[in-house]
């Protein structure tokens, strides 16, 4: 796919997160890898309104190459390219759900996300709490690398999701999942509830492999 094309498709899904809630204001980025280095949104810039043309690009050390201002969450992007050599894409939000449940007390801060559907699973696994850094605190970078080695969604404390995929398409199914989950954690909680097996996750797991 061209960059001029990837800068359109960034643009058409940053208006259908915006559009449908998932994103507000000049919350949230999204980036793609290209053979070079990557595109990402501006910074202080509204997804729902993005120009393909203002979209920035970097090297793959984060340098700014042309194109507007970057995301000052930039470093995020590059910190997950740098872990995940497979990702092709990478979305960061502020989803309200998903930001509600970075803010709670977690009783198991390496999975924040109960199994309650086989989507869930296969596109989201399991869901890792990154301690609360301010934002656009170049600490943050590390330990969003260290992270996502080995998760290709996060929760950033206080904060929202970062989630990667092998394709721009990946990346914002799967954020829309996870914010989707997070809604059905707080419908259900309090209610009994059935949850999928031990058995059931390794299903999916292996059939479905991440």
């Not at 043309?53 to 194109?67: C, E, N, Q, T, V």
């Not at 199994?115 to 943050?140: E, S």
């Not at 080695?149 to 999701?161: E, F, I, K, Y």
């Not at 990667?164 to 209610?191: C, M, N, P, Q, V």
């Amino acid at each position: 796919m061209t960059e001029s094309l990837l800068r359109e498709r960034m643009a058409i899904f940053g208006k259908s997160l915006y559009d449908r809630g998932y994103l507000h204001g000049s919350s949230g980025n999204i980036s793609v890898r290209l053979e070079d280095g990557f595109l990402v949104t501006p910074t202080n810039s509204c997804l729902g309104f993005l120009d393909p043309g203002a979209i920035a690009k970097l090297d793959l050390s984060g340098r700014h190459l042309s194109g507007d201002k970057p995301s000052k969450e930039a470093f995020l992007h590059v910190s997950v390219y740098q872990a995940r050599s497979n990702s092709q894409a990478v979305v960061h939000s502020h989803s309200t759900h998903s930001v509600a449940l970075s803010c709670l007390q977690a009783a198991d801060p390496t999975d924040l996300l109960p199994p309650i559907t086989a989507y869930g699973v296969m596109k989201i696994g399991k869901l890792p709490l990154v301690p609360y850094y301010r934002p656009g605190d170049p600490a943050l970078a590390a330990a969003v690398q260290e992270t996502a080695t080995d998760h290709s969604a996060v929760l950033l404390a206080n904060h929202g999701p970062v989630v990667a995929g092998r394709s721009l398409e990946d990346a914002i199914w799967a954020l829309e999942e996870l914010e989707e989950t997070a809604k059905l954690h707080f419908l259900l909680e309090g209610r009994p509830t059935r949850l999928l097996t031990a058995a059931q996750v390794g299903e999916l797991n292996r059939v479905f492999p991440s």
